[in-house]
């Protein structure tokens, strides 16, 4: 059985730092390129970071010097260091896992983690 399992969340002030982690089950996780996204109230899910099986990471622009995607295949975990907090990261942040095998593309979802930046 495929599941994925955030933790990490909660409430923080502005300018504060928290690690989100997802840890992945039933999946061959080093062959997975990983994501985390982000939905906040009354919009949609949008990306936020991925890091490729080779390693390589991409960001949307609004985390880019801030966030830090990383992953340890040992572990079957990927991160998410997010630093330098603002009110508008406040979101539910889901761990995708994504893999393009052939003409098949498999894609799991974890359950999901509050991330809530006020004072």
């Known amino acids: 059985q495929e599941q994925l399992v955030e933790s990490g969340g909660g409430l923080v002030q502005p300018g504060g730092s928290l690690r989100l982690s997802c840890v992945a089950s039933?999946?061959?996780?080093?062959?997975?390129?990983m994501g985390w996204y982000r939905q906040a109230p009354g919009k949609e899910r949008d990306l936020v970071a991925t890091?490729?099986?080779?390693?390589?990471?991409n960001y949307v622009d609004s985390v880019k010097g801030r966030f830090t995607i990383s992953r340890d295949n040992a572990k079957n975990t990927v991160y998410l260091q997010m630093n330098s907090l603002k009110p508008e990261d406040t979101a539910v942040y889901y761990c995708?896992?994504?893999?393009?095998?052939?003409?098949?593309?498999?894609?799991?979802w974890g359950q999901g983690t509050q991330v809530t930046v006020s004072s």
């Open positions: 039933g999946i061959f996780f080093s062959s997975h390129t």
């Open positions: 995708n896992a994504d893999l393009l095998a052939g003409t098949t593309h498999y894609q799991y």
């Open positions: 890091i490729t099986s080779l390693g390589s990471t």
